[in-house]
């Protein structure tokens, strides 16, 4: 009897360990997507009657906006610095003066990047600014493509997501039925002296629904062991990453969908299982 419900509860405990780690790579997949989203940026040239004074109101509007993730200033001289880095030498010094603008940088908020949003966005600020925007651009290809790249990923992962659900529940199910094949003849016997079919469910479900929680701390141990040895020998520059794309929120429903699918698909399935036994006459609890 031991070595059945051992079996079992390791058998659930390996099913939630994989559906866990789908789960976290999904959340990876949707933090990097996020954090993609939230690299691109869009550039307001300031035009030089505008001042100084103009670009740092546009800063901190652009900051308490919600669409925005953050607004930077890049004075003319900051702009040529960052040039002449680039290139090796200064644009200034063959045609003696700086050909470039101060301008605005701003990154958008995940849910605000795509061509939809910015255009109403670009819109507004160009009607406010009046002559003191001389241009906004952003790289509209790369946008799209991003997105669409994302959205297929996107589409993929469902997919996989549904058919690794679908074949975990069916794992568990047939797991659960076989530890409870044993006691058909317990449960026969019950029937027959007359016990209502809720007493007779309610022990077996009860069992399964303890053996699934425990099965979800086990697996959660092998995730955290799993995901402290990777981080060990990836480095910091892996650890970074994590608590980049991984959130304590998203973590925390993982860990919670883990123990309720974890409780609730074994004692589904004992109610399954316990409902077959239930109504097989005695010979047909033989022949089984």
């Known amino acids: 009897m031991f070595g059945a419900r051992f079996t079992s509860t390791l058998s659930v405990a390996l099913v939630l360990f994989v559906l866990g780690i789908g789960a976290l790579g999904g959340l990876a997949v949707a933090g990097l997507a996020k954090v993609l989203r939230e690299q691109f940026t869009i550039t307001v040239m300031i035009s030089d009657s505008a001042g100084d004074q103009y670009a740092a109101d546009l800063v901190k509007q652009l900051n308490a906006a919600p669409y925005t993730a953050h607004a930077a200033y890049i004075s003319a001289d900051s702009a040529l610095a960052i040039v002449t880095k680039d290139l090796g030498e200064s644009p200034e010094d063959f045609l003696g003066f700086n050909p470039l603008q101060a301008s605005v940088e701003f ?12 255009v109403p966005i670009i819109d507004k600020l160009k009607k406010e600014a009046g002559n003191k925007i001389d241009n906004i651009s952003y790289n509209a290809q790369l946008l799209d493509m991003v997105n669409a790249n994302i959205q297929r990923s996107a589409i993929v992962l469902t997919v996989l997501a549904a058919v690794l659900i679908l074949i975990s529940m069916t794992l568990v199910s047939n797991t659960v039925r076989l530890s409870l094949h044993a006691d058909r003849f317990l449960i026969g016997t019950m029937r027959l002296v007359g016990a209502t079919d809720w007493f ?33 020998y990836s480095g910091n520059m892996m650890r970074a990453l994590g608590n980049l794309l991984f959130s304590p929120l998203h973590v925390a429903c993982v860990v919670l969908g883990m123990i309720v699918v974890g409780m609730l698909i074994p004692a589904f399935a004992a109610w399954r299982a316990c409902s077959r036994y239930l109504h097989c006459s005695t010979d047909e609890l033989y022949l089984m």
């Open 200 to 232: 007779i469910r309610r022990p077996f479900v009860m069992s399964q629904a303890w053996h699934g929680l425990i099965a979800a701390f086990v697996a959660m141990i092998a995730l955290v062991i799993l995901f402290t040895v990777g981080f060990d």
């Open 107 to 118: 990154h958008l908020k995940s849910e605000y990047a795509q061509r939809d949003s910015i």
